[in-house]
């Protein structure tokens, strides 16, 4: 299975009319944030595969239409979707056999939207704890994917308030060991930037521009 992952930029090569057969084998898309819906749409539209996303402190604008609600196991009826993408903004969700939990938002530094401090994102992983328990008693495991704007705190992230990461997401890694954390927020212009990262038994991505996973290998 093949995970395209995309944050924070409009990717030129994703961006493209090419996309179709660049892309072919893509199974799964997943939208860290900072990204527009309509590039969101594009993707959706010439790919015709499930797209996942989570708003970033950027391109906000449409996060009011999205309702939140405890991600119990009484709620799979109640889909929100936009352009034909699933929000997964502190919900927890399958796709197939694959468990997927999200969350948006950056470290709070200014009076901007969709910001927390670490007590507060420390909240929203609780609200997903009932249902990581459920899926532990019904598919013998809590989470694949965590989906998340910022990084965990010591993993990718920056020195500088905005884009230090959440400690928080260091307890969920080792409490809840999901085989994934992928992020965005953090920009990467040299290629020698770090992008994978392995954190006890979760490996962290950073989805800047994009990034596939292959999980066959």
Not at 6 to 22: A, F, G, M, N, T
Not at 66 to 86: D, Q, S
Not at 145 to 167: E, N, Q, S, V, Y
Request: proline fraction near 5%; charge should be positive; charged fraction near 25%.
């Amino acid at each position: 299975m093949k995970i395209l992952c995309i944050s924070d930029q409009i990717d030129p090569l994703v961006y493209s009319p090419h996309i179709k057969e660049r892309f072919a084998d893509i199974d799964l898309i997943l939208s860290a944030g900072d990204l527009p819906m309509d590039y969101l749409d594009y993707i959706i539209s010439m790919l015709n595969k499930p797209l996942y996303f989570i708003f970033g402190n950027h391109h906000t604008k449409d996060q009011k239409f999205f309702k939140k609600f405890l991600p119990i196991p009484f709620n799979e009826t109640r889909e929100f979707y936009a352009c034909g993408a699933i929000h997964l903004g502190t919900k927890v969700k399958t796709e197939g056999d694959f468990i997927l939990a999200g969350l948006g938002g950056s470290m709070r530094y200014n009076k901007g939207a969709n910001q927390f401090t670490d007590f507060e994102m420390y909240i929203e992983l609780i609200k997903l704890v009932p249902r990581l328990l459920w899926n532990r008693i019904s598919r013998g495991r809590y989470v694949d994917i965590l989906l998340t704007h910022a990084p965990p705190l010591g993993i990718h992230d920056k020195k500088d308030r905005c884009h230090t990461g959440f400690k928080c997401y260091l307890w969920f890694m080792k409490v809840f060991k999901p085989k994934y954390l992928v992020h965005g927020h953090i920009h990467l212009y040299d290629l020698r930037d770090v992008r994978c990262t392995k954190w006890e038994n979760t490996i962290v991505v950073n989805a800047y521009s994009h990034y596939v996973i292959n999980l066959g290998e």
